[in-house]
Nanobody, 126 residues
Framework: QMQLVESGGGLVQAGGSLRLSCTAS????????MGWFRQAPGKEREFVAA???????TDYADSVKGRFTISKDHALTIDLQMNSLNPDDTAVYYC????????????????????WGQGTQVTVSS
């Protein structure tokens, strides 16, 4: 079984920045598409950003485009640089991973990922 561990969450003022990291360990896979989702209280888990197994393809939710950047440090570690944070970004952020199935795209839906981290809280104060 694979484990995903997130780090880097915390409390920040509106307009500030945070950087989240996620590392996969355990069962070995040849390649992983990885992503970030978030879930605010009383809301469904929503897509934030995703990156392909080789880092060549990225995708972002419209709400974070231009503010967040997803990157892959190496095969099993991704980061999410979050700038210009606002209170609407407050949520638990979850890392996700899935071996690639379709070339040329990255999964952006919750059901497309089997592996999930425990989540890290991000709170943005106004």
């Amino acid at each position: 079984q694979m484990q995903l561990v997130e780090s880097g969450g915390g409390l920040v003022q509106a307009g500030g920045s945070l950087r989240l990291s996620c590392t996969a360990s355990g069962r070995a896979f040849g390649a992983l598409n990885m992503g970030w989702f978030r879930q605010a209280p009383g809301k469904e888990r929503e897509f934030v950003a995703a990156i392909s197994w080789n880092g060549g393809i990225t995708d972002y939710a419209d709400s974070v485009k231009g503010r967040f950047t997803i990157s892959k440090d190496h095969a099993l570690t991704i980061d999410l640089q979050m700038n210009s944070l606002n209170p609407d970004d407050t949520a638990v952020y979850y890392c996700s991973a899935e071996p690639p199935r379709s070339p040329g795209q990255v999964p952006v839906r919750v059901y497309e990922y089997r592996y999930w981290g425990q989540g890290t809280q991000v709170t943005v104060s106004s």
